[in-house]
């Protein structure tokens, strides 16, 4: 089956370190990967993705290369701000057939908390 | 933006009742929209992928009847919990699929069952 590991937090930063949050997949397709982030009292925002392999998805000085080799998502940002506290999700959806057609699997979420 | 609401946010209700929580695209149409449940400090699990105007289809393990889900228009699906337990205490979310194939997630709805 397809399923998405993220690295247990939560991760506490001061303002300005390097980030990077882990993200490893199974699929048994050809999967999209999947950066969302939750904000305290809102919903999932995507945050970047890519389509295949060696992509490298950006946004907001985030990024993830889509490493096919190490089945690897991770994310990184060069320096993290304290409005980057939230919680980080890693996602796969499958673009080809089968059941899991147009589905998307999360891991299991990892809180991001950056002090000042 | 695409938005997607959910109402309400959190609900606190007696065991044996029913919920019913709402979940709009408040400013575009999705034939598509899916409902999710989150366990603390746990991933988002499918439940169910709600289509307009047909049925909706159910993850292995998801009890249809209990977990009844409409979509009866472009912006709108409610999920009602029958009967609920404690054990269906959760977080419940919501997401509705947009321009090029962009899932959009509603804010979440807290259930509490005593």
């Known amino acids: 089956g397809n399923s998405v590991t993220q690295m247990e937090g939560p991760v506490t930063l001061s303002e300005e370190a390097f980030l990077t949050i882990n993200c490893t997949y199974t699929?048994?397709?050809?999967?999209?990967l999947f950066w969302y982030v939750q904000y305290p009292g809102e919903g999932l925002q995507l945050l970047l993705k890519?389509?295949?392999?060696?992509d490298k998805g950006s946004n907001k000085g985030f990024e993830a290369t889509y490493r096919k080799e190490t089945t690897s998502f991770h994310l990184e940002k060069g320096s993290v701000q304290v409005s980057d506290s939230a919680v980080y999700f890693c996602?796969?959806?499958?673009?080809?057939?089968?059941?899991?057609?147009?589905?998307?699997?999360f891991g299991q979420g990892t809180i991001l908390t950056v002090h000042p | 933006g695409a938005v997607v609401s959910q109402h309400p946010s959190w609900v606190i209700c007696k065991s044996g009742t029913s919920v019913k929580i709402e979940c709009r695209s408040l400013d575009f149409q999705a034939t598509t929209m899916f409902w999710y449940r989150q366990f603390p400090k746990q991933s988002l699990m499918l439940m169910a992928t709600s289509n307009e105007g047909s049925k909706a289809t159910y993850e292995q393990g998801v009890e249809k009847d209990k977990f009844l889900i409409n979509h009866a228009s472009l912006t709108l699906s409610t999920l009602t919990v029958t009967s609920a337990h404690p054990e269906d205490s959760s977080f419940y979310i919501c997401?509705?699929?947009?321009?090029?194939?962009?899932?959009?997630f509603g804010p979440g709805t807290r259930l509490t069952v005593l």
């Open positions: 890519a389509t295949k392999a060696d």
């Open positions: 997401s509705a699929r947009g321009r090029l194939d962009t899932q959009y």
């Open positions: 996602a796969l959806k499958l673009d080809a057939g089968g059941t899991s057609y147009g589905k998307l699997t």
């Open positions: 699929a048994t397709g050809y999967p999209s």
